[in-house]
């Protein structure tokens, strides 16, 4: 089975710096890599996704992450994040013939002035 | 918005009692997802339907069931039930089948309280 863990609960951060949310994963079959976004009282919104191809993508708001099979990472980073920017990451999998996604704890971005 | 509908977007009942979830997917969604979220299990998958068929079982208690309906619309029932069910549903649809749609679009979730 898949899992998911990402290896930061909390990252305060200052509004116009840069930051990263790390997300490791486990797998025996190939896999298919996200990363959504929940606001405050909100659903959860997609930012991006990594099916195959190429390893760096990108996503919606100015985000993008590198898949890196050897390292089993899908980082997801933001060179300049905005106080609108503060909420709650998650990144999830999914696997060949398995459509579920498989959830990381989220990681709780706060961005302050 | 994703076009993912749920009601009621609020429910409070008491232990023991029968509730039931309502989501409308995605216009041409075939494929319909259910998770709960809640703040000690995390994220966590209960059951997908597919065109009205159940195609994968995750986490589920016997005490919830769910269904999909011919117009693709889906219920998730929860019955008995208990302080722990507290958590916030989440629906999430995806059209499954076509290459390369593997991304769901979740609805805006029913937060259950449990008295």
């Known amino acids: 089975a898949q899992s998911v863990t990402q290896l930061d609960s909390q990252v305060p951060v200052f509004e116009e710096a840069p930051v990263e949310l790390r997300c490791n994963y486990s797998?025996?079959?190939?896999?298919?890599l996200f990363w959504y976004v929940q606001y405050p009282n909100q659903g959860l919104q997609l930012l991006l996704k990594?099916?195959?191809?190429?390893?760096l993508v990108k996503g919606i708001n100015g985000f993008e992450a590198e898949f890196n099979k050897s390292q089993t990472s899908f980082h997801l980073r933001k060179p300049s994040v905005h106080i609108s920017d503060t909420a709650e990451y998650f990144c999830?999998?999914?696997?060949?013939?398995?459509?579920?996604?498989?959830f990381g704890a989220g990681t709780t971005v706060t961005v302050r002035a | 918005d994703s076009g993912v509908t749920q009601t009621p977007k609020h429910l409070i009942t008491a232990t023991g009692q029968r509730v039931t979830l309502r989501c409308s997917p995605r216009?041409?969604?075939?494929?319909v997802y259910w998770y709960q979220q809640s703040l000690d299990q995390g994220l966590q998958f209960l059951i997908q339907?597919?065109?009205?068929?159940?195609?994968a079982k995750g986490n589920i208690l016997e005490r919830f069931s769910a269904q999909q309906f011919p117009d693709l619309h889906s219920e998730l029932n929860l019955s008995s039930l208990e302080l722990g069910d507290s958590a916030l549903y989440f629906c999430?649809?995806?059209?499954?089948?076509?290459?390369?749609?593997?991304?769901?679009?979740f609805g805006p979730g029913t937060r259950l309280t449990v008295t």
């Open positions: 999430a649809s995806s059209p499954v089948g076509t290459s390369g749609s593997r991304e769901q679009y």
């Open positions: 797998s025996s079959v190939s896999v298919y």
């Open positions: 990594y099916l195959s191809g190429s390893t």
């Open positions: 999830a999998v999914s696997v060949i013939n398995d459509y579920k996604l498989s």
């Open positions: 216009s041409g969604d075939l494929s």
């Open positions: 339907y597919y065109n009205g068929e159940e195609r």
